[in-house]
């Protein structure tokens, strides 16, 4: 193998599954999110051998993730997932993963990955950062500023609130809170508000959500969601969320919510009615 070979993209496939999908009748996006998900710990099986999908010491997690949701996907129909690593550092690398069906791109994410040794950051394995930098391509960008992190402060006053009772289903293979549930916090807490407007027929969409995660620590008390409006535009606005765990914020993420025709599934402008809903949450 060249070292041009060793920095070419890994690809797998997945078929979506009947319990994946949504009221919409696609697949949800929690469940996107978790195909890239799983290609990232597929991608690291290839390398690392076939019980890299877990550890008792040093764990390797996401700091944040920007999925962006460019097509809906559809059940009966694989979905191919391509997965490079485009950067390395001391104590982070990134990756890129993008979801094709029927040969139309329908998702993209950016991973940023950092370790964790019993619940706090540490600098990466030698072994992890070696051959990570040896697959890099390089091809990483800066990532956007993660501003919704400064509303986080006043998480305590966001208009929209909710008691979250964490399962067992949530602790994942490390014992650890799994990223998919954290994931899936982030979705409920703008679901609880979406659920709570009146569009008057129109539709909604995530087109976007950026997560940034603070720790993985798991634990049975109640959690707190909290979310508000942080901005509004033309025909989209945005939900900044997030969980605190013991008054502390978990998870954080900021996801653009598009309104559409539902006849069309085109964007449309937010109506009177549904701004003013709106403004009555901004943060």
Same mark, same amino acid.
């Given at each position: 193998?060249?070292?041009q070979?060793?920095t ?12 994946d999908l949504?009221?919409?009748?696609h697949?949800?996006?929690?469940r996107?999110?978790q ?7 597929r991608?690291?099986?290839?390398r690392?051998?076939?019980? =890299?999908?877990f550890s008792?010491?040093v764990?390797?997690? &996401?700091?944040?993730?920007? *999925?962006?949701?460019r097509? $809906? #996907? ?9 997965i490079?690593?485009?950067d ?7 990756l890129?993963?993008?979801?094709y ?13 950092? =370790? ?6 540490v600098?990466? &394995?030698d072994d992890i950062? *070696?051959?990570?930098?040896? $697959? #890099?391509?390089?091809s990483?960008s ?9 509303h ?7 208009a929209?609130?909710e ?6 289903a ?10 998919a549930?954290?994931a ?7 679901s609880t ?6 569009f ?13 995660f603070?720790?993985?620590q798991?634990g049975w008390?109640p ?9 509004i ?9 997030c969980?605190?765990?013991k008054?502390?914020v ?7 919510m598009?309104?559409?025709d ?9 109506t ?12």
């Open positions: 193998m060249t070292d070979d060793k070419l993209p890994l690809s797998f496939s997945f078929s979506p599954r009947y319990t949504d009221t919409w009748r697949v949800n996006n929690s996107i999110y195909l890239h998900l799983e290609a990232r710990v991608a690291h099986v290839s690392f051998g076939e019980d =890299a999908w008792d010491d764990r390797l997690r &996401p700091l944040r993730t920007i *999925t962006d949701y097509q $809906v #996907s559809w059940y009966g129909s694989d979905i191919n997932a391509w490079s690593v485009t390395c550092h001391e104590d982070s690398f990134r890129h993963s993008e979801l069906q029927n040969g139309v791109l329908v998702g993209t994410q950016e991973t940023l990955m950092g =370790a964790f040794e019993k619940g706090h950051r600098a990466l &394995p950062r *070696t051959v990570m930098a040896g $697959v #890099s391509n390089g990483a800066p990532l956007a500023p993660a501003e919704y992190r400064d986080l402060q006043h998480a305590h006053n966001f929209i609130r008691q979250l009772i964490p399962r067992y949530d602790v994942d293979a490390d014992s650890q809170r799994s990223e549930a954290l899936l916090y982030m979705e409920q807490a703008r508000g979406i659920r709570q407007l009146d008057d027929g129109l539709g909604v969409l995530v087109a976007s959500v950026d997560v940034s603070e720790h993985y798991a008390s959690v707190a969601l909290a979310a508000g409006i942080s901005r535009g033309n025909s989209s606005f945005l939900f900044t969320t969980a605190l765990h008054d502390a978990q998870v954080s993420a900021c996801s653009v598009v309104v559409i539902p006849a069309t599934s085109r964007p449309v402008p937010i009177p009615a549904l701004r003013e809903q709106l403004e009555a949450w901004l943060i």
